[in-house]
């Protein structure tokens, strides 16, 4: 499986209207969490970063958050924030442009926010300008670092030190609240907020 652990500036370029990074003039460390809410992992999540006193922010997908609103409610009500990540978690390089505006809006109903994630980072561009238009004025938020707690061919191990070589002030970090990734993410979150908190970082949530 091949994917940027660090996204390259030449793709940033590429897409200068997406949101990659934030301020890196601070000490600010931005983590998501995709593909929730899931009652036991994202339920996971919220106690380590309660610890901390620590932000994030959860992309997530419709389907889910009608399943598990409580867990979805306990994100909002614990000050994180929430962004939208399609009804059914599709892949916008295989979907019909209309299916996917469509299933986009179909999660709006569940999850109030202005902020977009492509599922897998796939989205086409008649897509991205569908949604980001006057009357749909979503912000595509794409990211710094992929942990990689979704790979299979590695371990917790490697997870936990993707972020930790490759982190800088500004990153925005993506993590899972699913099954897929939950022994990567349940070693590599802990050791993550302890290590940059002690080292001064504020963990925040995407405005």
């Not at 349940?186 to 290590?195: D, G």
Request: net charge positive; proline share 5%; hydrophobic share 35%.
């Amino acid at each position: 499986m091949f994917y940027f652990v660090k996204t390259p500036k030449w793709l940033q370029y590429l897409y200068p209207n997406r949101l990659w990074e934030m301020d890196g003039a601070k000490k600010e460390i931005y983590l998501t969490f995709d593909d929730g809410p899931h009652e036991e992992i994202t339920g996971f999540v919220l106690d380590e970063l309660k610890k901390y006193n620590a932000e994030a922010t959860f992309f997530c997908i419709g389907n889910n958050v009608i399943k598990q609103p409580e867990v979805y409610e306990r994100i909002i009500a614990e000050g994180h924030a929430v962004g939208n990540h399609t009804q059914q978690h599709l892949n916008g390089y295989k979907t019909n442009d209309k299916a996917y505006v469509q299933d986009i809006l179909e999660a709006s109903k569940s999850i109030k926010s202005n902020l977009f994630r492509p599922p897998y980072g796939r989205i086409k561009a008649f897509q991205a300008k569908a949604i980001t238009s006057v009357n749909r004025p979503y912000r595509i938020v794409m990211w710094t670092l992929l942990s990689g707690d979704f790979d299979k061919s590695i371990t917790p191990k490697r997870c936990l030190e993707n972020v930790v070589f490759k982190i800088s002030n500004g990153s925005i970090i993506v993590f899972h609240d699913s099954e897929k990734a939950a022994e990567k993410l349940m070693y590599a979150l802990p050791k993550i907020l302890k290590l940059f908190s002690d080292q001064g970082y504020r963990f925040k949530k995407l405005p």
